[in-house]
C-alpha cells in the first residue's frame, strides 16, 4: 500500500509511488544517491518552501503546493546544481521525473488529492 497524488484539476495521477522526506535528514538528503525517479514516482518533502538540484545527476520536475493543497509554483526540468527562490506561502514540495508537469498540464492552481491505496 502506499500514496498516490492526483492532479485534480486535470484528473492525472502526478504520483502512483510516493516516497516521502519529512525528518530534517530525510529532507536534507532529498533525492541524493538515489536513482533518478522512474515515471509514476515522486518525493514529497513537507515543511519545504525551497529545493536544490545539487548532486543530482539530472533534471527533476519541482512543484510547490500550498496549505489547502494548491499548486502554487513550478520549476519543470530543474538541472542539477540549480536552487529554487523561497516560496512563502509553500507547505511542501513534489519532486517528479522531468517532463511530468509539461505531460500532465499540471499549472499554478490546480488543486492536488492525496489518497491511499
Not at 515543511?47 to 499548486?71: G, M
Not at 546544481?81 to 499549472?107: C, D, H, M, N, Y
Request: hydrophobic share 40%.
Amino acid at each position: 500500500m502506499g500514496q498516490k497524488v492526483l492532479n485534480l484539476t486535470r484528473n492525472y495521477f502526478l504520483v502512483t509511488r510516493l516516497y516521502k522526506a519529512r525528518t530534517f535528514s530525510q529532507r536534507l538528503r532529498g533525492l541524493i544517491g538515489r536513482a533518478p525517479l522512474k515515471p509514476g514516482e515522486g518525493l514529497l518533502i513537507e515543511p519545504c518552501r525551497a529545493v536544490h538540484t545539487c548532486f543530482l545527476s539530472c533534471p527533476i520536475d519541482v512543484l510547490f503546493y500550498d496549505s489547502e493543497k494548491r499548486v502554487v509554483a513550478l520549476f519543470p526540468s530543474l538541472l542539477p546544481w540549480r536552487f529554487t527562490p523561497f516560496i512563502e506561502q509553500a507547505q511542501g514540495v513534489l519532486e517528479l521525473p522531468a517532463g511530468t508537469l509539461k505531460i500532465s498540464g499540471t499549472q499554478i492552481g490546480d488543486e492536488l488529492g492525496f489518497e491511499q491505496d
